[in-house]
């Protein structure tokens, strides 16, 4: 598998790790959607962290979508995954690139803004249930974190990297979710924390081929346990008849209008690009129903 994620447990059993590695994943959304440097960057960090959150609190046939709200020039990024680690996502303005910053890296804080994370998670009750954090970073690994900490009362660590290449592919994407079980003491906590920040730049490790096992074992010591791999995709759902019961709630008047003046309709999806048209008679079929 080239595209995965694992789950391991420290030797005490109060720590717990997600770890992945998803540049497949992430490359199929800059192919998807065209996205440049800087939207590539926030979009494959935002695929990555939803990943990790998926695999860490998602069973059965449960969804969450990740919303960032910021108000800087990338604009609103969506970004939707199940319990099987599939995600999908979009970023608004998909053809951003920004001046880097003085260490040459992209200015990933500058792209989103500021504004608000939102979670909402689908677990199969009447009503999905959604928390909001304002975004105290603007990198996006720092504010899943702070999503953990404040609105789920996870003591968190959250590293999230996408390395873009020149020509705008992706040469790498990877990173990690640390959460802190209850029965875990200040000194292991603080412990782990000394681990991570003496970690190689994450890009930089995942470009000469660090594993998402190399990086638990170096967060939480040779001596923990890594579960087996799972696999993660970029996989969307949508398909004519989804977007025909979109088309069902429109009032008739403007189906009316769309079959005497366009003689027909097209609809994009927004996650993956795939247009669906929808003919005179199938409209009409539409309209009939209603």
């Known amino acids: ?8 447990i420290d030797k005490t059993k109060n720590l717990r790790l997600l ?3 998803a540049k497949g994943v992430v490359a199929e959304a800059q192919q998807r959607h065209d996205t440049w440097s800087a939207s590539s960057a926030v979009l ?9 959150l998926a695999g860490a609190e998602l069973t059965d046939k449960e969804e969450l979508t990740v919303r960032l709200l910021g108000n800087g020039p990338v604009g609103p990024t969506v970004v939707t995954a199940k319990a099987d680690l599939t995600v999908k996502g979009y970023v608004k303005n998909p053809h951003i690139a ?11 804080k500058k792209a989103v803004g500021q504004g608000w994370l939102e979670v909402t998670k689908d677990l199969g009750l009447k009503e999905p249930y959604t928390g909001q954090v304002p975004i105290v970073s603007g990198e996006i690994a720092e504010d899943f974190a ?38 875990a003491s200040d000194t292991l906590i603080d412990q782990t924390i000394e681990r ?16 998402p096992e190399d990086l638990a074992k170096k967060i939480l010591g040779d001596d923990c346990k890594i579960f087996d791999p799972e696999e993660v995709a970029y996989k969307c759902d949508c398909s004519k008849e989804k977007y025909a019961k979109i088309l069902e709630t429109l009032k008739s008047s403007q189906l009316k209008e769309m079959i005497e003046q366009d003689h027909g309709a097209e609809l994009t999806c927004n996650f993956c690009g795939n247009k669906y048209h929808y003919s005179e008679d199938e409209l009409k079929n539409i309209l009939a129903k209603k």
């Open 1 to 8: 598998m080239e595209n995965y994620l694992v789950k391991a």
């Open 19 to 21: 770890t992945i590695t």
């Open 44 to 52: 494959g960090r935002t695929l990555l962290g939803t990943l990790l």
């Open 98 to 108: 920004l001046p880097p910053k003085e260490d040459g890296h992209i200015n990933v």
């Open 146 to 183: 702070y999503y953990l900490t404040k609105s789920e009362q996870i003591p968190s660590a959250v590293g999230l990297s996408v390395f873009v290449n020149p020509n705008n592919t992706i040469g790498a994407a990877g990173g990690f979710m640390l959460q802190a079980l209850p029965g």
């Open 196 to 211: 991570i920040k003496k970690l190689p730049q994450l890009s930089s490790a995942f470009l000469d081929g660090m594993t």
